[in-house]
Every structure is written in C-alpha cells, then in structure tokens.
C-alpha cells in the first residue's frame, strides 16, 4: 500500500491564483480530512468527508473548497490564493468516520507558498 | 471540547525513559485518548491510543490515571530517531475529528 499521498510536495502561488492540492489513499478508507500548519503550530482542520458525496467545514474553511467523487481522493481547492494561506497542507484518512478509537493516517505534506 | 495540556518542551538523553505528561481534565466517560507525533518536515504518525487501560504496543505505553484526568507516554528507550512533536489529543465520543494542540517537543541527546 502507498497509504495516503499529497501532490504536489512543495509549490509557490502568486496572490490571486487558484491551484488544486491532491490527496490519495489506497487504503479504502471512508474518512478523508484536509489540515493546515502554519510555522511552530498544531494542525488545523480545514474540510473533512465522510465518504463520497459527503463532504463539511472544519475549523479553517475560508478561502478553500473540497470534493468527494470517489472514495480515493479528496482534492483541496484554493479558489484565490492569498498569503496568509501559506502553510504546509496535511491530507488524513482513516477506516470509518464513527468510533472515537479510529487512528488516523496522514500523508507527507504539501508546502505552499503564496507571494 | 475536551482540552489538552502538555508541557512545551522535554530534553532526553539517549536510551533512557522519557515520561511526557497530559492532563485532561475534563475528559469526559467515552473520549478516547491518542498520542500522535510528527518528525521534522513530516506528517504527523499515530503512535498509541487508549481508553481506560494502560496500553503497550510496540513504539510505547500509555498509563492513563485512574480518574482518567491525566496520562503518560512512555517511551521506553529513546532514540535519536524520536526527536519530535508529540500530540496528545483527546478522540470525542460523538466527533471524529482531531484536535491538534501545540504539543510537547522532545529533544534526544546522543
């Protein structure tokens, strides 16, 4: 399994630009979840799935927008990018949304730079 | 929500126990508690989680009070490769969503 994995590993926006943040998994898990750290802080979340078709806000949804059309990926969208969205983007997945003891797996990362 | 604290930050020399604390005190009956850390340059790794037990597993134990208002992870020997930020979170009942802290920075000396 290749678990869960983020393209692109780094990337530099211009301000006012909209890009696509990939995540995978292989695992077929139903839970996706996007965070966000900005330098020496915990993680944010931003949007989260419950499965295809499902997806809600998390703590941080401004300026971002998600889809779920299959159960494998969960793009993040930056509509306009701005450069307080520069920050390092974690995509999460787990078995099943419910159960309070459920681990979750968290891809690489994507560091993204907005000037 | 449920809160976490842990101490900033924790020095260790190489081989030895390292102890990191959390308290929880308002834990509630069915919030689970998991310990996830996060190398340098890196997406954060589950390392344990437990309920009322104290749990082992391969990487470390956790050692939940018996008022369940605090908990320790244990590592048992630590490495240099376990320099890094340690999560301890609290798994809501009725909220699968992590709620990420600032964590406890552990530092291994060779």
């Known amino acids: 399994n290749a678990g869960v994995t983020q393209t692109p590993k780094f990337q530099v926006l211009k301000t006012g630009q909209s890009m696509t943040l990939q995540c995978a998994q292989d695992m077929n898990h139903e839970y996706m979840s996007w965070y966000r750290q900005d330098p020496g802080m915990g993680l944010r979340l931003i949007h989260y799935?419950?499965?295809?078709?499902?997806?809600d806000q998390g703590e941080v949804p401004n300026g971002y927008n998600v889809s779920r059309s299959t159960t494998e990926d969960f793009p993040l969208r930056l509509l306009s990018a701005a450069p307080s969205q520069t920050s390092v983007y974690f995509c999460?997945?787990?078995?099943?949304?419910?159960?309070?003891?459920?681990?979750?797996?968290f891809g690489p990362g994507t560091r993204l730079l907005v000037l | 929500d449920a809160k976490t604290t842990q101490p900033n930050s924790m020095e260790s020399n190489e081989e030895e126990p390292v102890h990191l604390p959390c308290n929880h005190s308002?834990?509630?009956?069915?919030?689970?508690i998991h310990w996830y850390r996060q190398l340098p340059s890196q997406g954060p790794e589950y390392v344990i989680h437990?309920?009322?037990s104290n749990v082992n597993n391969r990487m470390a134990s956790l050692a939940i009070a018996e008022d369940r208002k605090s908990s320790t992870l244990i590592l048992h020997r630590a490495t240099l490769r376990d320099a890094a930020v340690y999560y301890c979170?609290?798994?809501?009942?009725?909220?699968?969503?992590?709620?990420f802290g600032a964590g406890t920075t552990v530092t291994v000396r060779a």
């Open positions: 799935s419950v499965g295809a078709g499902i997806t």
């Open positions: 999460a997945s787990s078995y099943s949304p419910g159960g309070a003891g459920e681990t979750q797996y």
């Open positions: 308002t834990i509630s009956g069915t919030d689970y």
């Open positions: 979170i609290l798994s809501l009942s009725n909220d699968y969503k992590l709620s």
């Open positions: 437990g309920l009322t």
